[in-house]
């Protein structure tokens, strides 16, 4: 029987799902913006600040989600760059430099959703102890009963 992921890992499956749809809509609303649509422009500007909002919220949930979730710890990475890259995306954005806005949003469209994919996916580990085949457990190294 498979174990039941903790409160932390379903958070952080929940804000990496969220935070790739959005990516998601971003590009959306950048097709609307190609066809000349004031809809589409309001949905990509409103979006960028609630996409890096949620970017942020996600790098503590991701430590959350290996400490004490059990997930490793290279999702904290992703999500940090994830910040970083959004922040960089909404500044060259606001100045129009479309050679880099466009490949760099694939760049984040592409890390969210494989990240969100792999989270969902995910399985954590379990704690130290509580299996007593692991070797190293707290059941593994105690003295046994028997003579």
């Known amino acids: 029987m498979a174990e039941r992921a903790g409160p932390a890992v379903v958070v952080f499956r929940v804000v990496a799902v969220l935070h790739a749809a959005l990516t998601i809509v971003q590009a959306v609303a950048a097709g609307g913006i190609l066809q000349a649509s004031t809809v589409g422009l ?5 979006g960028a600040g ?3 909002l949620v970017s942020l919220v996600q790098v503590p949930v991701a430590a959350l989600a290996w400490r004490p979730g059990g997930l ?3 999702p904290i990475g992703v999500s940090a760059g994830l910040v970083v890259a959004e922040a960089a995306q909404v500044a060259v954005g606001a100045t129009g430099v479309l050679a880099v806005h466009v490949p760099l949003g694939v760049a984040i469209v592409g890390a969210a959703v494989c990240l969100a994919a792999w989270t969902v996916r995910a399985r954590p580990r379990r704690a130290a102890g509580t299996d007593p085949r692991a070797p190293g457990s707290v059941a593994a190294t105690a003295p046994s009963a028997r003579p």
């Open 72 to 74: 490793p710890a290279w």
């Open 42 to 46: 309001v949905v990509h500007q409103a």
């Open 50 to 52: 609630l996409l890096w």
